[in-house]
Each structure stands twice: as C-alpha cells, then as structure tokens.
C-alpha cells in the first residue's frame, strides 16, 4: 500500500474491508498526532468493550519486544475475538543519519518532563553510535565516548541520562535481530483480524524494514517539519490550526486570530501544551463562544512564569513526568527544598478544604466535569457560604479553647503580638485574591482523589518534612518519592 499522511486517514478508514484486512500499521512523525490517529483505527479495529483482552501495548524499548508481540499476535484470543498489538517508541528504524534527529528527541523529552522518553532515546542514540552503557565510565567524566557524545549532548546530561538507564536497567537494543525476526514474521502473515501497530518517531524509508511493512501493510506519515523556515513555519501553522478546529468544534467555540497569534507565541510548536492550554481555556470561558486574547494571557501566562505554579499543578493532576521535570527545574534555580515540600503541601491542604466542600451537603451543587459558567454561578455561592459556616465553627472552637485554658489557670502570661487571623488565610477555600478560575481548577482536581488519598498524602508530605530536616539522604529522592507517592492512581484506597 502507498504511504498516506495523517489528514488522510479519515478517508482511507472508510473502507472497512481495506482497514480491517491490513495486518500491520507503520506511524511515524509526531507522537501527539498519531496517538490521535491510532485511537481512529482502534475505534474501527477493536470495539472498547474487547480492549481489556484484545489490545496488548508494548514498549519498544524492550530487548525481547518484537519476540513477544509476534507471540502475541500468533496466540488466539479465548473469545475468538480480533487481537491487535502495539509497539510503542520502536527503535528498529534508527540509524546514524538520524542522531541529529534524536538529539532533538531527546531535548523536547526533557522539556516536556518525560524522562523515561528521554533515556529510551538516548539508548537509541547509543546504540546507533555503537556504545553500550558500560562504555559510558560517568566515575571519569565519560572519558570513552567523549569525542562523540559531547559534540551532540551537554555532559551533564549524558551522566544523568546514563545514571537513569542504570537505576532502571535498560540497555541499547541490538536491531538487526530483531528486524530480521520481524521481516520474516510480516512475509510468513499474521492470523486473520490480528493487527499489529508499531510507533516510531525517526523513520529510515531507505530501509528494508520500512520497505516490507509498506507491501504488505499501511504507513501513516505524521511528522511536522520543524525549523524556522518559512515553509517549515506554514507546515506546522497547518497542524495547528487544525487541532485547534478539531478540539474547539467539540464545545462548539471559536478563537480570535490574535487569541490564536497569542497562543501559538506562549506555546511554541508543542502541540501537547496547545491542545492542554485549548482544554484550560475551553474551561475558563464556560459559556462564552468565542476566546479572546485577554483570556489567552490570563489563562497561559502564570503557568510559563512561575514553575512551583506549574510544579504543583502537575501534581494535582497526578502527572508524575511533569512534576519531576518541574521539580528539576525549580531544584537548578537554587530553591531550597524545604520551600518545595511546603507548597506541596499548601496545595494538598487546599485540595483537602475543597473535598470536604464536596462531601458537605453544601457540595452537592458540585459534578464531575462541571464547566466553569455553571461554577461561578451555582457552585462558588455555595462555596463562599460553606466559608463562612467553617469560620463561626472555628471561632466557637477557638472560644472553647481559651475559656479552658481560663478554667485551668493559663493565665498570666506575657501577651505576645497578635497574629493575623488564620481563619481569613488558610481555612477558606476562596482565599482572598485568589481567583475564581483558580478555585475552579482546583474544585476539577478534587474529582482525581479521595479523601482517603488525600490524608495519605498529607501523612507523607510530614514524613518527607521530618526526613529533610533530620535524614542526610539527597532532598530530591525524598522529594521525588512523594511526587511518586501522590502521583500513583489509587494510592491510598
């Protein structure tokens, strides 16, 4: 079959027969957009209610990943059902004329705070250089490979990277076993309705690979160029705009052109961080039609100002990779540790007030996924009255509290300089100068834990305090441990 790009793909998934008759499916380019396409040919191949048994994922970082997804593939199902299986992040593709690429990879990796892409990367990079980790001697700052890895990576990078794949025990594949294999198994023919789908980021068309899988299957072209070329510029304006009409059309909203000028400059040519900024702003303007340019800078720009924002975030929404890339970077600006730990654990307070808010009978205004207009008008009323019940709980509390102290002759005492009343800055959940659509952001997070996991998580975050003030262990394992720990769905059920 011929190579088809991914705006394509539509109208070739329209002949059922022909989709459903090819047995392997080649993605290469961009991992957001053939995730997109990938989960069109899943909905045609396989039906959700068969994918618990029927879609194996691998990682194609494995040594041993080709052998077991033939066997996969080999192997009926017990209802007799279709069988796909993935390979993700192949590395059967890499070769030498492709480092350059994969520096890249490796770079947009570390920024986007996958560091498990990165190292999977940097082994492809390895194996094609024809080094092992074991070449890599970190204990005499690279000395073996120095010509070759510090013309292309910072050193400090390779020893991180290095010291990643070692605690993890990955290792470089060696290709040609597996594309010999491979070949072989795609010329021998896989059972009827059993598909395998393979990703790659790097594609060599010269390969022989490359070459069998397009006689006898399909590939799905989904690079962007990148570069500041004006081609390069148009090409990937195109694919911008087209995510930006595919993910609006869904809430039936539209963007000024300035909005999107504005978007595009703060977001770059990510389209992981477009398409999650379109989400963020879909939410702010609840029902208003068209998003504006002021919504844009409100929304987009605390999150590229300030880190431990966009750090705490990330832990909120149980987004491991990007905690961890953020902490990286908050630990290299000199933050202490300790001021780390303490807004993790303000916004896990925070997160506590406002699930208790939705246990109340008062938060029963609250549902899952509710959008930001009906937020502002019937939830965040509520809000401020559940505030205002908490605060005469507390004072009747704190009243009790020094009529006891009062009956059991606590009195006398220097008296010390008043405090400013906690009640107004730490119990209610619309703190002063806190913006609706921050509570909002926060109300939406209370949906991803319990209250079982939130208490965990606060028991945790006092181990990490006690262990930072009193353990000479290295403060970003501790604190990597926590992030780890909030991060793992359904840690404390």
């Known amino acids: ?42 909905d045609l191949l396989l039906p959700d209610n068969q994918r618990h048994y029927n879609c194996i994922v691998l990682d194609g970082g494995s040594d041993d990943v080709i052998a077991r997804a033939v066997n996969e593939l080999n192997t009926f199902s017990f209802l007799e059902q279709g069988k796909v299986v ?19 990879k490796i770079e947009a990796a570390i920024k986007d705070g996958n560091k498990k892409k990165a ?35 910072d050193q400090n990078l390779v ?46 068309k010269r390969h022989g690979l490359f070459k069998i899988i397009l006689k006898n299957g399909l590939v799905v072209d989904c690079s962007v160029p990148k570069g500041e070329r004006k081609a390069n510029k148009e090409a990937q304006n195109v694919v911008l705009r087209e995510t930006l009409q595919n993910d609006l059309a869904l809430y039936n909203k539209s963007m000024e052109p300035n909005a999107f000028r504005r978007l595009c400059e703060m977001t770059g040519f990510n389209l992981h961080a477009f398409s999650h900024n379109l989400q963020k702003l879909v939410d702010f303007v609840g029902d208003k039609p068209v998003i504006q340019e002021d919504d844009v800078a409100f929304v987009v720009e605390r ?27 908050i630990l290299h600006q000199k933050i202490h540790p300790l001021q780390v730990l303490t807004a993790m654990v303000k916004q896990i307070r925070n997160l506590l007030l406002a699930k208790d808010f939705v246990l109340s009978s008062k938060g029963k205004v609250w549902v899952k996924g509710c959008s930001y207009g009906r937020f502002t008008t019937n939830v965040l009323p509520e809000i401020e009255a559940y505030d205002r019940q908490m605060k005469v709980l507390f004072e009747s509390w704190r009243k009790e509290m020094d009529e006891n102290n009062v009956s059991v002759g606590i009195t ?20 002063k100068g806190v913006s609706p659509y921050s509570i909002y952001r926060l109300m939406l ?16 975050l006092s181990q990490a305090d006690f262990q930072l003030k009193t353990s000479t262990r290295l403060p970003r394992l501790i604190l990597e441990d926590v992030i780890l720990f909030i991060c793992k769905p359904s840690f404390g059920r």
């Open 303 to 329: 999150s590229r100002q300030d880190p431990i924002y966009a750090f705490t975030n990330a832990i909120l929404d149980r987004n491991a990779a990007q905690a961890l890339f953020f902490l990286d970077s």
């Open 119 to 153: 190292a999977q990367f940097f082994l492809n990079f390895l194996s094609l250089s024809g080094y092992t980790l074991d070449d890599l001697d970190i204990e005499s700052k690279i000395d073996k490979p120095n010509l070759v890895l510090t013309s292309f990576f």
């Open 412 to 431: 006398g005492k220097k008296k010390r300089k008043k405090r400013p009343n906690s009640v107004d800055s730490d119990l209610p959940i619309k703190k």
């Open 1 to 42: 079959m011929p190579e088809i790009s991914h705006q394509k793909i539509a109208l070739f998934l329209k002949d059922l027969r022909t989709a459903c008759a090819t047995p392997i499916y080649l993605f290469h380019g961009d991992e957001f957009l053939y995730k997109k396409v990938i989960k069109k040919v899943l």
């Open 86 to 104: 993935v390979v993700n992040h192949t590395r059967l593709f890499d070769k030498k004329q492709n480092r350059e690429i994969l520096v890249d």
């Open 445 to 460: 997070r209370t949906d991803f834990f319990s209250q079982k996991e939130i208490l965990a998580a606060l028991e945790r």
């Open 159 to 204: 020893v991180k990277l290095a010291q990643y794949c070692h605690e993890k025990k990955l290792s470089p594949v060696k290709h040609q076993d597996q594309e010999v294999f491979l070949q072989k198994s795609i010329e021998k023919g896989f059972p009827a309705h059993h598909h395998l789908i393979i990703t790659s980021d790097t594609i060599d």
